[in-house]
Structure formats: C-alpha cells, structure tokens
C-alpha cells in the first residue's frame, strides 16, 4: 500500500489567536524525547497492517511550528521512516516554517536532512495585520525566508497567506498577494479566515472586540485571488491553492482523493483507506493531543491512540463527495460509481437541485463546484455529511 505520512510537532514560540491547530507555546521544549517518541511509534506501525510493506510517496512535517526543531532532529525522524518502509524516488518532503525562525544555515541543514520542499506560514505583508495575527515575523523576515530558502537550494517553495482579516481593505490583500508573487513562490495558499470556537479570536468576536469582514468584501477578495494568482501564472487546484505547472501539494491532494496517510505525533490524525473493496470503508484514529501525556504513552505502548472510528457506508460517500470536490477538477463519476455501486444522484436525491440551483455539475464525466459552487463550497459540503 502506498500512503502518506505526517508528523506532528506541537511547539510554537506563540500561540497564535486565531489558531485552533494542536500546537502549544514554549520556551523550551523536549526536542530530544519527542523525536524519539516519534521513531518508536513509527517503528509500532511498521509492524502493523495495513501500514506493513507499504511504501512512503509523500512526508509532511506540520505543526506547530516544525522549523523549531534543529535540521538533525528532523534527519532522525526521516532516517527512521526510510529504515522502516520503502520510499518513493520523487517523495516529496515538506516541512512548514515559521519566517521568525529560520537562517540559511537551518534551512540547508533541512535540505541537506531530505527535505525538498519549504511551506512558510507568511499570513500577510502588512504589519498591522501580522501584529493582530500573533505573528512573530515581520514582513521583511518573510520576504528574506524565500529568497534565503531559494539559496539553501530548494526548489519547490510554498507561501501561506490569510485573508478576510479584522479590518483588512480590499486593497491590502491584493497587496499581499502582490507581494507574494514577486517573490515567485512554487505555490500559494491563501485561506479566508475563520472564528474557531475556543480561539481567542472567537471570544473577542463574541464580546465584540473583533468584527468579521461583510461578506460582500470576504467574496470580493476570493475572486481577486483567483484573477490576481491565474494572471500570475498560478492554476487554482483547490479551493484554497494555486501552484505552477506540476507544483501542486502531492500530499495534501492525497488527503482530498481518499489516499491512506498515517500520522504520528502529538493529535496526529491517520487513515488507513479502503483496504478490501466494497466491504471495508477504511478506519481512522488520532493520537493523544498533550505532547508530553503522548511522549509516555508512547514509552510505555508504542503509540498514544486515543480516538478511532471504522467508517461505514454512508460516511465514505459523504466524505468521497466533499473532499473531491475540494479539487477544482472535482471526481470523476466512474471512480464514484466503481467505489459505491451507483451513481451520484441515486445514493444523494439533492444532486438534482444542487445542480439546478447553479452550485453543482457534471462535465467531461467529472462531478465538480461551479463558479457559485465555490463560493458556497461549506453550505455544499454540509449536505452530504
């Protein structure tokens, strides 16, 4: 079986407020434990089907703010995973940095550890906006980031941007990604932000302290992005990225296509895919989230499972359907038809009006979000789950 694999690091220097990812503040953090926690539970899935024999096609090293632990720690855990299972030649390795947190020197001790591909969290050039963000870099340092990572000598560069900002213009945004394009990253995301319930920005939108965008604006600035980014020479390939020619995330579009992907570390999350046709739906679990609770677990058992689920039936159609469709080129009606024994509108009666309502169609055999459709991409989703 072939699959990704994902590796948590929970430290930040500073909890961002508007992030609701399972990442912690520290001054200090147990690098050395951690990793090898790591490299136990990797060596505990080895042994265990379906994961036995598999074969590695993607790394991915989130967090957290990964770039916190030195290019070693890193080597260790990628020299562990490529003891363990085969890897593919063209794996693509990534690693999300921080701007704040990098030099030459660290981003080529990760070049020279295997990573071959650099995903920094930059959220805006403004620094009024980086200030109500919790950002610990400037708009200097992030600019600095890509052409230093360009001279470490990786090639495949990714740009994190945010928008829909409290207060933020239309104007401001289109400066950003003005700003980010100069810089000739490999790939874009820019996402709109989000309230997450337990952030501090939910509690400061609560009490009124924050106001969301008007919605006139937060559309206004979706279809800038596209227009900005495709004249640029980016192809939208999901909802909220854009790459160059063949520099789409490989990773993330396995996550989008159902591909089995196991996760280790702290809150890491993991699917095992469908494993044995029509009869089996494929099963997922998450790890302890507290990063030192799930340091002994992992001591004591070799993994720190705490969640875990066997999807049945209906649950992988809902979930086939929304996560195509994530993709601008959405699923194709065969690969449905084939997994699921019907077609899309018999197992889901409200495709019919999706379609009518201009939100939803079929074209070329390829079920996928209209223009419209991608504006309302959420309100579409929620009606297949």
């Known amino acids: 079986m072939r699959f990704g694999l994902y590796v948590h690091i929970p430290y930040c220097q ?4 508007y992030c609701d990812f399972n990442s912690y503040a520290a001054a200090r953090w147990p690098e050395r434990r951690y990793v090898d926690a790591l490299c136990a539970e990797l060596r505990h899935y ?5 994961w036995r024999g598999g074969e590695i096609q993607t790394i991915f090293f989130g967090g957290g703010t990964p770039s916190l632990f030195a290019a070693e720690s890193i080597g260790q855990v990628l020299d562990e995973a490529s003891r363990l299972w085969p890897v593919a030649p063209d794996v693509e390795t990534t690693l999300e940095a921080n701007p704040g947190t990098i030099s030459l020197d660290k981003l080529s001790g990760f070049c020279a550890a295997g990573i071959n591909r650099m995903s920094f969290g930059v959220q805006s050039f403004a620094p009024h906006h980086l200030r109500t963000l919790g950002r610990i870099h400037g708009p200097d340092e992030a600019a600095a980031a890509v052409r230093l990572a360009r001279q470490a000598g990786l090639t495949n560069v990714s740009i994190d941007l945010i928008y829909a900002l409290p207060q933020q213009t239309l104007e401001e945004w289109e400066s950003d990604l003005t700003r980010a394009c100069a810089l000739q990253p490999d ?21 009124g302290k924050l106001r969301s965008l008007p919605e006139e604006i937060e559309v206004a600035m979706f279809t800038g992005t596209q227009d900005i980014l495709t004249t640029a020479g980016y192809a939208q390939y999901e909802i909220s990225n854009y790459a160059r020619p063949g520099q789409a995330c490989r990773h993330n579009v396995s996550y ?13 999350h993991s699917y095992s895919g469908v494993t044995d046709g029509s009869t089996d739906w494929g099963c997922r679990w998450s790890d302890e989230k507290n990063p030192n609770t799930y340091i002994r677990d992992v001591v004591q058992q070799g993994h720190a499972c705490r969640f875990s689920e066997t999807l049945d039936a209906r649950q992988a159609r809902g979930e086939f359907v929304f996560l195509g469709l994530r993709c601008c080129d959405g699923f194709a009606a065969t690969a449905f038809r084939e997994r699921f024994g019907a077609e899309l509108p018999a197992l889901f009666s409200h495709v019919d009006d999706l379609r009518d309502g201009g939100l939803l169609e079929c074209s070329a055999g390829r079920w996928r979000l209209t223009p419209r459709g991608l504006l309302l991409a959420d309100s579409v ?3 297949f789950l």
């Open 46 to 50: 080895a042994a265990l089907s379906p």
């Open 14 to 17: 500073a909890k961002c407020p």
């Open 381 to 383: 989703f929620a009606t």
């Open 187 to 207: 790939h874009l995301s820019a996402y709109n932000l989000t309230y997450e319930e337990g952030t501090p920005f939910h509690q400061w939108r609560t009490k």
């Open 256 to 268: 989008w296509c159902g591909g089995a992907y196991l996760g280790v570390g702290a809150g890491a």
